[in-house]
């Protein structure tokens, strides 16, 4: 594993008192980055963290220029010795731990008949083999202090298969029972572990340029827009313990379902 040469920010502003850090794992252009900034803005240290590390510098580059604490790392979360790494390095480096989030994607459109065993299995690693380490490794460092916030970014697949879709459902199906098993078990030691399923279109340059009809037509109100999917993962973290949600679902007011 890797990281980027991009420091922690020695900005304290709004900085969380003692220093806690927020781990956003599959920190994307949407949804990913928006929970990290959102994070950011409350003065937790973000540590954000894809396969391909350097794709974070920007998300880094805006907190810190907000005054915010963030840092960027190059993860395979499919990888155990690398995920167990991460938690390791940020606990030593940058701050305990009390949020993590698990948004790696997976989402892969294709015929029964066209998947193959080897892509099958790599969008089923995505999906719940890393969710799986990422939620081991989340227990192993906040379980000590009985307090933290494990969030699951679900999808529409995660309640109901659709044709072509086989494969992703699959792994966010597993993903969502995971959820459920670590939210029953790590609850009555101090954990809130939730699953947002996101069920509709967010709003992201992947989408405007190959949904592109479809994001005209539903209009501003007809796709998510990810700053508002991010207010949601805070709320999340800051309910009170008698009145945990396990389970949200977030759509457009126009989506069908």
């Given at each position: ?63 810190v ?17 690398q ?63 009985a ?6 970014t679900?999808?529409?697949?995660s ?19 995971l ?45 998510l827009?990810p700053?508002?999917?991010a ?7 800051q ?19």
């Amino acid at each position: 594993m890797t990281t980027s040469n991009q420091p922690a920010s020695a900005s304290t502003k709004g900085a969380v008192n003692p220093p806690r850090a927020c781990c956003v794992i599959g920190a994307g252009d949407a949804t990913g980055s928006a929970v990290a900034r959102r994070f950011a803005r409350e003065g937790y240290a973000v540590c954000v963290a894809r396969r391909t590390g350097a794709a974070l510098q920007p998300l880094v580059d805006s907190i810190v220029a907000q005054g915010g604490q963030a840092r960027a790392f190059a993860l395979d979360a499919r990888r155990e010795e690398q995920v167990s790494a991460f938690f390791d390095q940020v606990e030593a480096e940058v701050a305990p731990i009390e949020v993590v989030v698990f948004n790696v994607g997976g989402n892969v459109r294709l015929p029964i008949l066209e998947i193959t065993a080897r892509k099958y299995f790599k969008v089923w690693e995505m999906c719940a083999l890393a969710g799986f380490l990422v939620g081991r490794e989340s227990a192993r460092v906040m379980l000590p202090r009985a307090h933290g916030t494990l969030l699951f970014t679900g999808a529409t697949a995660s309640l109901r298969g659709g044709a072509g879709f086989a494969a992703f459902a699959g792994g966010k199906a597993a993903l969502r029972a995971l959820a459920q098993s670590m939210a029953r078990e790590l609850g009555p030691q101090g954990l809130h572990v939730a699953h947002v399923v996101i069920d509709g279109l967010i709003d992201t340059a992947f989408a405007r340029e190959h949904f592109a009809q479809r994001v005209a037509e539903a209009g501003t109100d007809g796709v998510l827009n990810p700053d508002h999917i991010a207010e949601t993962y805070w709320w999340l973290h800051q309910q009170p313990r008698d009145a945990w949600t396990f389970e949200v679902d977030l759509r457009p007011s126009v989506e069908r379902w």
